[in-house]
């Protein structure tokens, strides 16, 4: 598989290299005969003038093995092609210079390079040679594969044509029957069908019919239930009034009891203010009658002040009667207000029940006409649904019967025009000979481009391999060459 990948790459580059290649080509020919002597050395006419060499690098004599053994005798080496069209003499040199190891490095590399671009010839040709040994290949056989389904076709029909002419008063009754068949298959099911659509009508109109009956039926029934629903939203309302009205009321009760007890306390302390100041002036008073010392006049002073004191308690007095009764008849109207609304929470409450037992039971009288309407609805709906389907079934059988005879008619021309044309029996049966043997022929030949691409594959293998060798010693010293360069 790795070998494939790798030949199948190489073909691709090699086919860009073509149409460069062909682009080249395509200068005039007198440019090309003027500068066919000025191309160089490592061209590909070079290399192509290289093969005996390389030759010898494959059986094991490569360039180095050379250059030791003339590096050894002290001799240069010998042209390659020179060799190969006759043998060389020996040439010696008595005053010849020694060569330097840095100029037998050079002249090894030199014949290395020689050797490895015919080398890379060579792997370029087998590749190109496998290639288009591969592509004959494959034509060969796509044009079996479609010369073979082109004979199975034909002689299908051949085998078909013979069938027919041989059964043919057996296909003429067979068919005909078929037709006659069908057709009455065909006229019942056009009745049915017929008759399950009259019935189907009928059903819908029934249904229609029946809906608005039980439309105009449950309309009282359903106008009453909508009044009781809203009678009963109405008290719901009336009842959330009252509970807030009833809240807001013993507030304001509550209000006016802590305000009356908090009047009438202060209106106590006041008086209990005033009995005590009293009380202190009359001591005064009667402690100065008591002292013969006391003059007249602060006798009269202590009375003045027993008196102020004495209406200022009255005083007192009066306002705690006030305050008593003005704060009683506040908590006393605030109570009143507050058990009326309680009364009238008490009445929302009554009417809330009475709304809510109203519409429990008109909903439940009309939930029950309603549920008897649809079960009536939903019989003729479910005959409805049957005649659907059974109108749907006759649709299917029409289709099937029609098709029936269709196919019987076509089966029944298709036999009467073969029976009337045995020319093109004979025709299609020469056609289809011709065919095999187009056929068979082009069978031979993909053997035999099978067994071609087999030998070509086995006999340039070991070529590609090292063609496929150096390319990959060539990436390799790109590689480190960027590398290095970079690095």
């Known amino acids: 598989m790795a070998d494939e990948t790798e030949e199948t790459k190489a073909e691709e580059r090699l086919e860009q290299a073509e149409t460069e290649e062909h682009a080249e080509q395509e200068e005039p020919e007198a440019s090309e005969e003027s500068d066919g002597n000025r191309r160089p050395a490592d061209g590909p006419a070079s290399l192509e003038s290289q093969d005996e060499p390389r030759a010898d ?29 006759e043998p060389a003499e020996p040439v010696t040199e008595p005053a010849a210079e020694p060569v330097s190891p840095q100029q037998r490095i050079i002249d090894t590399a030199q014949r290395a390079a020689q050797a490895g671009t015919a080398s890379v ?9 496998l290639s288009a040994a591969r592509r004959a290949h494959a034509t060969a056989f796509k044009e ?16 078909h044509r013979r069938d027919v002419e041989s059964n043919y008063e057996r296909i003429v009754e067979v068919q005909t029957a078929e037709i006659e068949d069908a057709g009455r298959a065909l006229e019942r099911a056009r009745v049915r069908r017929a008759n399950l659509e009259s019935q ?15 439309s105009q039926k449950m309309a009282p029934s359903r106008k009453l239930m909508e009044q009781a629903k809203d009678a009963l939203a109405k008290a719901e309302r009336a009842q959330a009034e009252a509970r807030r009205a009833l809240k807001n009321a013993q507030a304001q009760a509550d209000e006016a009891t802590a305000s009356r007890d908090s009047k009438l306390q202060a209106a106590k302390r006041a008086a209990d203010t005033a009995s005590a100041k009293l009380a202190r002036q009359q001591d005064q008073l009667t402690e100065m009658r008591r002292d013969p010392s006391a003059g007249a006049k602060g006798l009269s002073q202590a009375s003045s002040s027993v008196a102020a004191a004495l209406a200022q308690l009255e005083n007192a007095r ?46 439940g009288a009309y939930d029950a006409k309603r549920s008897e309407a649809d079960e009536q609805e939903s ?41 009337a044309h045995p020319e093109l ?3 299609l049966s020469e056609r289809c000979q011709e065919s095999r043997a187009r056929t068979e022929e082009q069978r031979r030949l993909v053997e035999r481009l099978a067994t071609e691409e087999r030998i070509v594959r086995e006999r340039t293998q070991r070529t590609r391999k090292v063609f496929y060798a150096l390319v990959a010693a060539a990436v390799v010293i790109v590689l480190l060459a960027v590398l290095l360069a970079f690095g």
């Open 200 to 214: 189907l009508e009928g059903k819908n109109n029934e249904l229609k019919r029946l809906k608005e009956a039980n």
């Open 57 to 85: 690098a494959e059986q094991g004599n490569g360039p180095e093995d050379g250059d030791e053994a003339d590096a050894e005798q002290g001799t240069e080496p010998a042209d390659d092609s020179e060799e190969n069209d």
């Open 318 to 363: 009066e306002n705690v009667a006030r305050v008593n009764q003005e704060t009683g008849q506040a908590v006393q109207i605030a109570q009143t207000h507050l058990y009326t609304q309680r009364k009238s929470l008490e009445e929302a409450e009554t009417d809330l029940a009475q709304a809510r037992a109203r519409e429990e039971e008109l909903r």
């Open 121 to 129: 010839t060579e792997g370029v040709s087998a590749v190109r040679e």
């Open 144 to 159: 079996l594969e479609t010369l073979e389904r082109d004979t199975k076709r034909l002689a299908e029909q051949l085998e």
């Open 379 to 419: 019989a003729v709906s479910s005959k409805t649904s049957e005649l659907k389907e059974s109108l749907e079934q006759a649709r299917d059988d029409e289709a099937t019967a029609r098709g029936r005879g269709q196919a019987a008619q076509a089966t029944l021309e298709e036999a009467r025009d073969i029976h």
């Open 425 to 427: 029996t004979d025709e």
